[in-house]
């Protein structure tokens, strides 16, 4: 028996890339076709960008702990959020979930250690980027980090909310994103963490400087093997 998979949905892109890749990438896990049983809740991103635009934490945890109330409803074994920014409000959400959760920064920055990078950069949301929700982790496991200068955050907060998280990619923005990840090659990073979990479907390591860290997929890989049994 697998694990039931709840995903405490923000921004649709980023929440439909971590289904699809626990649907696609099961079948290397369960056989052709096979996933593990999977259920998501999505509020609507307005009620999050409110309580995020006027810094209420607790508001955001309050939104994810809707979410797990449902998914716990729905029979789910576990749940992961594949949204970075909100994650803000993990210690909040936490000792009051009915559910364990898989944390995204977690996963992301054993990821990076076991690569063996030893500077990236986190780039996303400006609330993400400013926040501790990355240095912690990386901190932790000994890494140093880099993050965009503040007008570098402010552009590529407008890039992820007025278009990516809309599902609008733009040539700019890539070249925009592009030239952030080169000046931040030159300071010394050796990795770039998509700390947004609609980043990946606009820039990859094909189009970047630095390796790239995928949250979302790396998440979604995380809860396929949590759902099996294997972490």
């Known amino acids: 028996m697998t694990?039931?998979?709840g995903?405490?949905?923000c921004s649709a892109e980023g929440a439909a890339l971590c289904y699809r890749t626990i649907c696609t990438e099961g079948a290397m896990l369960l056989g052709p076709h096979g996933h593990p049983e999977v259920s998501m809740h999505t509020p609507s991103l307005a009620n999050y960008v409110r309580c995020l635009e006027a810094g209420d934490l607790d508001g955001v945890g309050d939104l994810m702990l809707a979410s797990v109330r449902k998914l716990q409803s729905a029979g789910a074994d576990f749940v992961i959020?594949?949204?970075n920014t909100i994650h803000q409000a993990f210690a909040y959400v936490e000792p009051r979930s009915p559910l364990p959760w898989l944390h995204i920064?977690?996963?992301?920055a054993a990821e990076a250690a076991d690569r063996g990078f030893r500077r990236p950069a986190v780039m996303g949301t400006r609330w993400l980027v400013d926040s501790e929700v990355y240095p912690e982790k990386l901190t932790a496991r000994g890494l140093a980090f880099e993050r965009p200068e503040p007008g570098e955050r402010d552009e590529i907060n407008r890039i992820i909310m007025d278009e990516l998280v809309c599902g609008v990619f733009?040539?700019?923005?890539l070249s925009y994103l592009k030239g952030v990840t080169n000046r931040l090659k030159d300071a010394g990073c050796d990795a770039l963490i998509l700390g947004?979990?609609?980043l990946p479907l606009i820039i990859d390591d094909e189009a970047s400087a630095l390796p790239t860290l995928d949250s979302t997929r790396l998440l979604a890989r995380a809860a396929l093997r949590h759902a099996v049994g294997d972490s």
Do not use: L, M, N, S
């Not at 920064?105 to 992301?108: F, H, L, S, Y």
């Open 105 to 108: 920064a977690d996963v992301v």
């Open 3 to 5: 694990r039931h998979i």
């Open 7 to 9: 995903i405490a949905a």
């Open 170 to 173: 733009k040539p700019a923005a």
């Open 81 to 83: 959020c594949p949204d």
């Open 196 to 198: 947004c979990t609609e």
